[in-house]
């Protein structure tokens, strides 16, 4: 089955820098690739995604980098606020199943 | 609107015990996913519904496991002879159309077996 990584686990940052998380995919079938955020106490909020056919998305602060070859795809935010604080997960799928990262915690320092 | 409702969201139980949790999908969304997400970690996806259907049930650990959704609406989780490693949060989800990219996700219950 699929397996996705995603690094750092933990990572933080001043307010007003940039932001980057990464994560690689095992199984080159997967086609469609979600980046969730979940605050505490929460369930995950869908933020961005993209499919296999586009290398790259933006969303205002937000952007998302695929690189089918290489199986890996990253998140990008851009001039980071507090909210932006919370746990990111990223995740991959084909057909309806969605496997997950393990999750980095994003800490914005003010 | 209203989004994804799961009850309780709290559920502490002893171990042996059986226990349901409930979802309430956002009303006209013919799919419904469970996921479990244990600490520190992603969510682990359990079993999906197409209407009634359980379309795909690959991620029930074991049998103590069932889901149902007898009217293609609301959906029960049911653990039988709860173990401690049941311990998590259970999540659900649903979608109108049954594509992946639509997901919605609920608060989750945050199930303790002692």
């Known amino acids: 089955g699929e397996n996705v990584e995603q690094h750092p686990s933990t990572l933080s940052v001043q307010e007003g820098d940039s932001a980057v998380i990464k994560c690689t995919y095992s199984d080159s079938a997967s086609n469609y690739f979600p980046w969730y955020k979940q605050e505490l106490g929460k369930g995950p909020q869908l933020i961005i995604d993209?499919?296999?056919?586009?290398g790259e998305k933006k969303d205002q602060r937000i952007a998302v980098t695929l690189n089918k070859t290489a199986k890996h795809f990253s998140l990008h935010i851009t001039e980071t606020q507090p909210e932006d604080s919370a746990v990111y997960f990223c995740?991959?799928?084909?057909?309806?199943?969605?496997?997950f990262g393990t999750g980095t915690r994003l800490t914005i320092i003010p | 609107g209203a989004g994804v409702s799961q009850t309780p969201s709290n559920k502490v139980t002893e171990k042996g015990k059986y226990v349901e949790l409930r979802c309430d999908p956002i009303?006209?969304?013919?799919?419904l996913y469970w996921y479990r997400q244990s600490l520190g970690q992603g969510p682990e996806f359990l079993i999906y519904f197409q209407g009634t259907g359980a379309a795909d049930d690959s991620g029930l650990p074991n049998d103590r496991f069932f889901a149902v959704r007898p009217e293609g609406s609301v959906s029960t989780l049911k653990i039988q002879r709860t173990e401690r490693g049941d311990s998590a949060v259970y999540l659900c989800a649903s979608s109108p159309m049954g594509t992946v990219e639509t997901q919605y996700f609920g608060p989750g219950t945050r199930l303790l077996v002692l």
């Open positions: 995740a991959a799928s084909m057909a309806e199943k969605l496997t």
């Open positions: 993209i499919r296999s056919n586009v």
């Open positions: 009303s006209g969304h013919t799919a």
